[in-house]
């Protein structure tokens, strides 16, 4: 059997969590097997549908590297992959149904429907669903009446039971007098139902699995009854876990992000979420952690699935973004981190003419360039998002306020002491500015001893008065990419203001 599954999103929102999970097993899972990964557009929602949603969509799989193998834009044996444009094959199929008896015309207005809904909410009636009143018309009287406005119903199968095997839960079994009564095919405007549509074009495009979240199972039973009633087999299923939020309940934005899209503002790589994503409700190697894509391909297998629900932990995806940016090559990560950067203002900003609070950030002119990317190494460790990469290297772009002078004593210390501390200090500048790490530790070191104060103590007001704050990315190498004469100069500026103290 050639494997051949989908992803079927209806483009009604934003790309989020649920359907990346639902993607991504279907894309391993084809992978896994040297089968076809197919995208669907199931757009027949024309109500909440929105062509920046399908935008969206193609951009979201992009920014991941997620391809698939037939799709709307690229084409494939069985297009047309918007549901939309298959609206004429739908007809046929259901108007296909009532001819074999499977189906039928339903000529109940919306009026009728609503009225049967309100009388038995008034008599406190368990029924739902709708009452069959048009399932007895002879099929000749319906087609006299088909010019009228009318529906296409299901004739489910009473007293029957559905059965069918799913590749995760096991063997399922559900009774027939449960299953949506006759649920509508074709609705009056000619538009195909979900159901129909969504089995019309498994079996047209050979779909041998589908893989989609449990909540979907307790449609299954009327898709299995379709597919008996066309003739046809229908495809395996499997039906994922969910994914719930610490608390146990089902994801939502409750619990934090949920876009794709705002997880990529937020400062999150694709590697990140794809590696955790891939792990909500799988396994695959004891005592593996970071996976690429190709690798999750290479392990994943079905019996790899877990029945119970994956919690979505946002710390332990916070750890993965961590690590990832840790493996990024300088370069890499300032190409990433720069248009936030940008966004904040890091490299300057031009004031609005007429609205000073609408200023443009600046794009870094060269120097500014090369000094970014020569931080990476100060901040790789220290950082989780990428956002965080400017917010901690903004005294390398502009002047740092000077802080108290408070800031500038060591604990234990008084103001005098801290200047001639910083005096001394300053005279290693020069020399700090173009040592390694490794000879200005020693040159820092040896001075503390012959100052006789710890090594923390004499090097925390030289660390205020170049970088601004106690807490800061190293300081040798904000020496070396300050230089020099800027480090003396902020260094003197401190030392001007702490003496106006006396």
Known sequence: ???????????????????????????????SAGGKFILRLEDTDRIRFDEQFVRNLYDTFAWLGIPWDEGPDIGGPAAPYVQSERFALYQKYARDLVVQGHAYYCFCSAERLDTLRKEREAAHSSASGYDRYCRSIPLAEAAERVQTAHTIRLKIPLGE?????????????????????????????????????????????????????????????????????????????????????????????????????????L????????????LLGASYEEGIDMYTLDALAARFSLD?????????????????????????????????????????????????????????????????????????????????????????????????????ATEFIPKKGDLPRTIELLQMGRDLIEHLSVSTDEAAEEMIKSKAEKAGVKLGDFMMPLRVAITGARVSPPLFGSVRILGASRSLARVDRALARLTEYF
């Open 267 to 278: 400062g999150y790589l694709p590697e990140a979420l794809i590696n955790y994503v891939a």
């Open 161 to 265: 039971t559905t059965r069918f095997r799913d590749e995760l839960l096991g063997d399922i079994e559900w009774k027939n007098d449960d299953v949506n009564p006759d649920p509508v095919l074709l609705k009056s405007d000619g538009f195909p139902t979900y159901h129909l549509a969504n089995v019309v074009d498994d079996h047209l495009m050979g779909i041998s699995h589908v893989l989609r979240a449990q909540e979907w199972l307790s449609s299954t039973p009327l898709h299995v009854i379709m597919y008996r009633a066309f003739g046809w087999e229908h495809p395996r299923f499997c039906h994922l876990p969910m994914v719930m939020g610490q608390d146990g309940k089902k994801l939502s934005k409750r619990h934090g992000a949920t876009s794709i899209d705002e997880f990529r503002r």
């Open 304 to 404: 790899k699935l877990n029945k119970a629900p994956a919690i979505f932990d946002y710390k332990k995806l916070e750890w993965y973004n961590g690590q990832y940016i840790r493996m990024k090559s300088d370069e890499e990560l300032a190409a990433l981190a720069l248009p936030y950067a940008v966004s904040q203002g890091l490299f300057g900003t031009i004031p609005a003419e007429t609205e000073p609070e609408a200023a443009n950030a600046t794009e870094p002119n060269p120097e500014q360039r090369r000094a970014f990317i020569a931080a990476m190494p100060l901040i790789k460790e220290r950082v989780s998002f990428l956002p965080e990469v400017p917010q901690k290297l903004g005294y390398l772009f502009s002047e740092p306020p000077i802080p108290a």
């Open 1 to 31: 059997m050639e494997i051949r599954d989908r992803y079927a999103p209806s483009p009604t929102g934003l790309q989020h969590i649920g359907g990346l999970r639902t993607a991504l097993f279907n894309y391993l899972f084809a992978r």
